[in-house]
């Protein structure tokens, strides 16, 4: 299983940007697909997710700004980002995993991780 991140870079608050995960190897039924994030001395922390039925599941404090979408035809997650704060400021990361539902937002749930992607927002 191999997932790669792309689309991050420095923006202004306010901006939006739109994040991409190229995945293979995977059975896409069989796994959550999620974005998460690390800030500097925080934990790695949930963005939005898709469950393996194809249900998507957001941070509550994300939902309404980011909006995670995939294209099946092409094996990509993307995750659109709108009105960025600073505090937006992190790696982001994609990643697969076939834990139960319940473990979803869980980090350490996850089995297969892409290599990050830094975003950085100005104020």
């Known amino acids: 299983v191999q997932l790669q991140a792309s689309g991050g870079g420095l923006v202004q608050a306010g901006d939006s940007l739109r994040l991409s995960c190229v995945f293979s190897?995977?059975?896409?039924?069989?796994?959550?697909l999620g974005w998460f994030r690390q800030a500097p001395g925080k934990e790695r922390e949930l963005v939005a997710a898709?469950?393996?039925?194809?249900?998507?599941r957001y941070a509550d404090s994300m939902k309404g700004r980011f909006t995670i979408s995939r294209d099946l035809s092409h094996n990509t997650m993307y995750l659109q980002m709108d009105s960025l704060k600073p505090e937006d400021t992190a790696v982001y990361y994609c990643a697969a995993g076939i834990q139960v539902l319940s473990a979803v937002a869980m980090s350490s749930a996850y089995r297969h991780w892409g290599q990050g992607t830094q975003v950085t927002v100005s104020s």
């Open positions: 898709f469950t393996r039925s194809g249900n998507t």
């Open positions: 190897g995977l059975i896409v039924r069989n796994n959550n």
